[in-house]
Every structure is written in structure tokens, then in C-alpha cells.
T-cell receptor, first 113, second 112 residues
């Protein structure tokens, strides 16, 4: 069974550009979570989607946004990129909104130059 | 005070040693608790869920103390391959806010 998949694996953008990161959850999972992990730091919660709706949001500016599609895959968009947005962006999925165990994808490493 | 606190370590132990990690959380309404393992520059992988009654999986034992808002992970007979960062994870609040809060992680180095 395929796990959580994320694309692209690596992404290099210049300051001010927009980045789009994609995530496909484990088949049958309806909840998708996005986390940011800057180098040497812990995981910071970004967004949670369940059943196509945004259910919760972390302390990030509005230029971080996303959506969940009918097939439960998800996109994270980061507008007006700043150098400090460089980080590993991790997507996780879980079977339902009861927050059973979450499983992570391999992440997208975003570098802003 | 951080919502989930862990001693960052590093814990340097010889092979075969027993090592214990502790974690405290601030929200008494937290419902679910987990330990994840993260290798350098890789994604976190679920190690085990933590139940009130305590649970064991091979060399790994997890305990939860709700009264003290404290979670522990015990690793017996450490192997070189156990070297990693161990993340304590708490589901913040009741009613499922969908916000798993991660501790900063505890680094374990097992040496030959």
C-alpha cells in the first residue's frame, strides 16, 4: 500500500515568487496536515484539512494557504516567498478527524534564494 | 511555557544500555499521545501510540501519567540503529482540533 506522497521532493524559488507543494494521503485517509520544519528546529503546525475543508490553522501569515481536493489530496501554496520560508514542508495524513495516528510523507525541501 | 517540552539531549549511550526520555505537556485536556522517531533530514515515523495503561513494543515501553501531564519512552538494549531524534507528540485539546503538537525532540546517539 502506498504511503503519503509529496511532490516535488526539492523546490528552489527566488524571493517574492510563489510555491505550490502537493500531497497525496494514504488511500482511505481523509485528514491531511501540513507542517513546516526549518533546519535544526521542530515541527510547526501549518494547516489541517478534513473532508475538503480547512479545520485548523497554525500561527502563520495568510500568504500560507492551501486546499484539499475531492480525492483528499492537498496543496500548500506559499505566496510572496521570503528567505526564512526555506524549510522542509511535511504532509501527514490520518484516517479520520479523531486524530488517530498520523503518517508523514518524505517532505518537500523548499529553498528560497 | 512550551506546550510540549522535551530535554533536547543529546543522550550518548553505549550499545546495550537502557535509556529513558521524558516529555511534559501543558494542556490537561489533551487526548492522544504518540512517540515518533525522526532520522536526520527524513520525515518523522510513528514509533508508538501512548495509552493510559502503558504499552510495550519489543524493546520500547511508553508510559502516560495524566495527573502529572508526563509521557515517557524507555528503550532497552539500545542498538546503533536506535540513534535518531525522538519526538513527543500530543493532540492538543478535546474535540479534535487536528493539531498535533510536536516537542522539539530528544537526540539519542548510541555508540559501539
Amino acid at each position: 500500500e502506498a504511503g503519503v506522497t509529496q511532490s516535488p521532493t526539492h523546490l528552489i524559488k527566488t524571493r517574492g515568487q510563489q510555491a505550490t507543494l502537493r500531497c497525496s494521503p494514504i488511500s482511505g485517509h481523509t485528514s491531511v496536515y501540513w507542517y513546516q520544519q526549518a533546519l535544526g528546529l521542530g515541527l510547526q503546525f501549518l494547516l489541517w484539512y478534513d473532508e475538503g475543508e480547512e479545520r485548523n490553522r497554525g500561527n502563520f501569515p495568510p500568504r500560507f494557504s492551501g486546499r484539499q481536493f475531492p480525492n483528499y489530496s492537498s496543496e500548500l501554496n506559499v505566496n510572496a516567498l521570503e528567505l526564512e520560508d526555506s524549510a522542509l514542508y511535511l504532509c501527514a495524513s490520518s484516517a479520520d478527524r479523531l486524530n488517530t495516528e498520523a503518517f508523514f510523507g518524505q517532505g518537500t525541501r523548499l529553498t528560497v534564494v | 511555557r512550551k506546550e510540549v517540552e522535551q530535554d533536547p539531549g543529546p543522550f550518548n549511550v553505549p550499545e546495550g544500555a537502557t535509556v529513558a526520555f521524558n516529555c511534559t505537556y501543558s494542556n490537561s485536556a489533551s487526548q492522544s499521545f504518540f512517540w515518533y522517531r525522526q532520522d536526520c533530514r527524513k520525515e518523522p515515523k510513528l514509533l508508538m501510540s501512548v495509552y493510559s495503561s502503558g504499552n510495550e513494543d519489543g524493546r520500547f515501553t511508553a508510559q502516560l501519567n495524566r495527573a502529572s501531564q508526563y509521557i515517557s519512552l524507555l528503550i532497552r538494549d539500545s542498538k546503533l540503529s536506535d540513534s535518531a531524534t525522538y519526538l513527543c507528540v500530543v493532540n492538543k485539546g478535546s474535540g479534535n482540533t487536528g493539531k498535533l503538537i510536536f516537542g522539539q525532540g530528544t537526540t539519542l546517539q548510541v555508540k559501539p
